[in-house]
């Protein structure tokens, strides 16, 4: 039998037991808030024919899947299932105006995992197919900034272009040409919620450009000391 996944939530790590499904919700093995905007069993993990999968069991609300190396990325909706093969998988949902986070371990994963960063000569980064300049990363950083320091933050608290854009020492003009771009990388390479025009960068795609950012960790908590250094 594989060895049973580890959930971890706001810092407490929970057992699966691989007798009977774990579920997660509002009313649930894992009970991740009283949110009432959050279903009362939303997520399950049982094993199957040797593999553990995790299942979306709620009516309304998808969630975002994605391994620690930003290799892989989904959108679980309402009835749909996927195979846990990395050694983290986190996973990200919204309920109301919370966005919630868990991490999922498998002790011995069917997938090998290896790094997937890398920095080239010019100083952009690389992260799986994404490219982003310094300050392009800066910008994003800058945007994810309270959902990266506080748990359970929701979409809701991510700052406007201009607070963002102070918080880098930045002019308001310099800001408003990146997000645009970073959204047109992603999209490129099949980020779903990032598309619109030049003048179209409403708060919904704001909103699915830090979820994606978190998820797939392109940006980190790590990563935040960063913005407090000189920025030229």
Known sequence: MTPAPLIEFCGEWHEVDPARPFTIGREADLVVDDNPFLHRRMLEIRQTAGVWLLYNIGSRLSVTVSDAGGRLQSWLAPGGRIPLVFGATTV????????????????????????PAAVADDGTTTIGAIAMTDSQRLLVIAMAEPMLRRDGTGVSE?????QAADRLGWTITRFNRKPDNVCDKLDRIGVRGLRGGPRSYAMNRRARLVEHAIATRLVTRDDLPLLDLPHD
Do not use: C, H, K, W
């Open 158 to 162: 991510i700052p406007t272009n201009r």
């Open 92 to 115: 990200v949902f919204s309920a109301g105006s919370t966005t919630y986070e868990l991490s999922i371990r498998l002790p011995s994963p069917p997938f090998e995992e290896s790094t």
